[in-house]
């Protein structure tokens, strides 16, 4: 039997990911491929090969001949981002007729978990990114499920940091349980306008957090 087998690589983005989410590898800081490769405990080649992959999706800053930094968190920032997933989230749940039940009840579930993680900013991270990938999957197009799924972990960072700066998401979720409600109801174009609003509230509640970039280190 075939076992089929990830990329190295992918393990390494994974990796990777997890730390600038988490502030391991903090913002605005340039990346030192040596240390962090001997800390991985791997060759520069699969590090490197993860990095190009990260900084292509936007998660990481590339500069010719200066390797890799990670991006600052800045308003402009997440506000963009949380814009870009207004407009791409609600298109995928108007675009589908047969979202089933289960999905929308999940959805509501994790809405529940997302609140009981407040204080725990990973397992928050973790599922709020599983709510945003479930609602962009819902209407069955791959195109804008992958582009959700890229914006969705592009926000983690933001919604890590956010919890430390004090940031009380209740208002947010509030909006997106309402949205999930109207879904069980059967009110898709009713669901995507609230979660559209609720996106958009979710981009100006970060971006106060977030009002500008510090200077770059060199």
């Not at 407040?118 to 599922?127: D, H, I, L, S, Y």
């Not at 962009?136 to 582009?147: D, I």
Request: glycine share 10%.
């Amino acid at each position: 039997m075939l076992i089929q087998r990830k990329p190295l690589r992918a393990d390494v983005g994974a990796e990777i990911l997890s730390r600038l989410i988490d502030g391991r590898l903090p913002s605005g800081t340039r990346i030192n491929e040596s240390h962090l490769s001997a800390e991985l405990g791997l060759s520069r080649t699969p590090l490197r090969e993860a990095m190009l992959c990260l900084a292509a999706e936007g998660f990481l800053g590339s500069d010719m001949g200066r390797g890799f930094s990670v991006p600052h968190f800045t308003g402009r920032e997440v506000r963009e981002l949380s814009a870009m997933l207004a407009a791409v989230l609600p298109v995928a749940i108007r675009e589908d007729d047969r979202i089933e039940l289960k999905d929308s009840v999940e959805a509501g579930n994790l809405i529940g978990r997302i609140r009981m993680h407040r204080q725990e900013p990973g397992a928050f991270c973790e599922q709020f990114y599983a709510l945003l990938r479930l609602l962009g999957r819902l209407g069955g197009n791959s195109v804008l499920s992958k582009e959700c799924n890229r914006l969705a972990r592009l926000l983690l960072r933001y919604f890590y940091e956010a919890l430390a700066r004090g940031w009380n998401p209740d208002e947010v979720l509030g909006d997106l349980h309402a949205g999930i409600e109207q879904l069980q109801a059967g009110q898709r174009g009713a669901a995507a306008a609230t979660m559209e609003q609720a996106l958009q509230r979710l981009g100006a509640d970060l971006a106060v957090r977030f009002p500008a970039a510090l200077q770059a280190p060199a």
